[in-house]
């Protein structure tokens, strides 16, 4: 990943090619509603107009972290199931199967997760315990071992920005012996265990991080 990205040249990849974005095709106002993800971290005010969030032809989410507003962020790439999503300033999210694996942009940059994959249509889901290894940045500490395990909800009828769906809320309760760190994550799932809302602790020194899709990738 690139540490520098461009706002008023907005290079992503589409869906189903490896080529670029045409800036003619972005709508009036794109690049401030595709929002400051810093400045959410700080908690400034941003707010963005769901018609111009729905008039964006390409995969996008919206993003909170902590008690900062929501900005969206578009989706550049997939490589090998891992989908980097960029802000407008630089700051990248990669997701795995629903699961924030990866950072960039950010004061303290998630490096790196080694975990099992996850299942989220598993019936046994209940009894699914194990131990997944986090590596930081600014400060480094390689291989955080932390422990996870799962409860599962019913399903909910859910509005998000464009769509209401019907989703399974799956829980997990993080704790990190070493730095005393305890943090609840947040996976809202439909029956094809697609992640379309979550709220994920990926860092002791970072508030949550809250996203919801607005556009699933095709």
């Known amino acids: 990943m690139k540490p ?3 706002a008023k040249i907005i290079l992503i990849s589409l869906l189903s090619s490896c080529s670029s974005i045409d800036s003619n095709n972005i709508a009036p106002g794109y690049v401030e509603a595709f929002g400051v993800i810093k400045k959410a ?5 941003n707010d963005i107009d769901p018609n111009l969030i729905s008039s964006i032809p390409y995969a ?14 578009i989706l550049e790439s997939i490589n090998d199931g891992r989908h980097t999503w960029v802000s407008a300033d630089g700051v990248y999210l990669v997701i795995s199967n629903g699961r924030i694996i990866q950072t960039q942009g950010l004061p303290n940059n998630l490096t790196s997760i080694m975990q099992p994959d996850i299942d989220w249509t598993d019936s046994n889901f209940e009894n699914l315990k194990f131990n997944s290894y986090y ?3 600014k400060p480094v ?3 955080l071992k932390v422990m996870s395990s799962f409860s599962v909800g019913d399903y909910q009828d859910k509005n998000l920005s464009l769509v209401n ?13 070493e730095v005393n760190w305890s943090e609840l994550n947040e996976y809202w799932t439909d029956d094809k265990g697609y992640v379309w809302i979550s709220r994920q602790s990926i860092s002791p020194k970072l508030p949550p991080i809250y996203y919801e899709v607005t556009k699933k990738p095709r």
Request: aromatic residues 10%.
């Open 60 to 73: 996008s989410m919206l993003v909170k972290i902590g008690k900062g507003p929501k900005a969206l962020m």
């Open 41 to 45: 971290v700080f908690g400034e005010e």
């Open 135 to 137: 590596s930081f940045e």
């Open 4 to 6: 520098n990205f461009a």
């Open 165 to 177: 769906l019907k989703l399974k809320k799956i829980e997990e309760s993080l704790y990190s012996k």
């Open 141 to 143: 500490l390689n291989n």
